[in-house]
T-cell receptor, first 113, second 113 residues
Framework: GNSVTQMEGPVTLSEEAFLTINCTYT??????LFWYVQYPGEGLQLLLK?????DKGSNKGFEATYRKETTSFHLEKGSVQVSDSAVYFC????????????FGRGTSLIVHP | NAGVTQTPKFRIPKIGQSMTLQCTQD?????MYWYRQDPGMGLKLIYY???????DKGEVPNGYNVSRSTTEDFPLRLELAAPSQTSVYFC????????????FGQGTRLTVV
């Protein structure tokens, strides 16, 4: 079946530091890949997505590139802000009939001023 | 533009009580899902529905029941609340099997005492 593996957190950074959160996946076919963000006390919101190999999703300064050869979708941001503190979930929507989103365990990001 | 609405936001049932978590969406989405989120464990799918009158089990359905009498509503019922069901519950919906985005409610924090 489909699965998503994320790096364990929490990730603690100072403001303006570079961020990478690793995500790898296992799926058949050609899944779509997503990053969701969950701010404290809220539900998940879509941050960015990529639907085919080599696509780059981007939003709010965050980027992730769909790498089929390494089955990865790592999240990056060049300069984090305190307001980026949240939990980030990598997810996939599989092709070939698997239409239920599969989520990683989430990675907590804490950004200090 | 309400999106996905969950009620209540918080609930503290006693062991053995039955209760229902409500979920409503106003986007005419066919697909709806219930997830539970345990600390450090990501999201686990409890039940899902692909349309009114059609439901199916997810990864962790034991102790729960659902119904889908209308497109808009997808309530989750706990028949006999147990401490193991203490969690945060998220309802989500999406438009179609090829949908690229799932929309989430704000969650219900359930503590069984």
């Amino acid at each position: 079946g489909n699965s998503v593996t994320q790096m364990e957190g929490p990730v603690t950074l100072s403001e303006e530091a570079f961020l990478t959160i690793n995500c790898t996946y296992t799926a058949t076919g050609y899944p779509s890949l997503f990053w969701y963000v969950q701010y404290p006390g809220e539900g998940l919101q879509l941050l960015l997505k990529a639907t085919k190999a080599d696509d780059k999703g981007s939003n709010k300064g965050f980027e992730a590139t769909y790498r089929k050869e390494t089955t990865s979708f790592h999240l990056e941001k060049g300069s984090v802000q305190v307001s980026d503190s949240a939990v980030y979930f990598c997810a996939l929507l599989g092709s070939g009939g698997s239409y239920i989103p599969t989520f990683g365990r989430g990675t907590s990001l804490i950004v200090h001023p | 533009n309400a999106g996905v609405t969950q009620t209540p936001k918080f609930r503290i049932p006693k062991i053995g009580q039955s209760m229902t978590l409500q979920c409503t969406q106003d986007m005419n989405h066919n697909y709806m899902y219930w997830y539970r989120q345990d600390p450090g464990m990501g999201l686990k799918l409890i039940y899902y529905s692909v349309g009114a009158g059609i439901t199916d089990k997810g990864e962790v359905p034991n102790g729960y029941n659902v119904s889908r009498s209308t497109t808009e509503d997808f309530p989750l019922r706990l028949e006999l609340a147990a401490p193991s069901q203490t969690s945060v519950y998220f309802c989500a919906s999406s438009y179609s099997r090829d949908s690229e985005t799932a929309f989430f409610g704000q969650g219900t924090r359930l503590t069984v005492v």
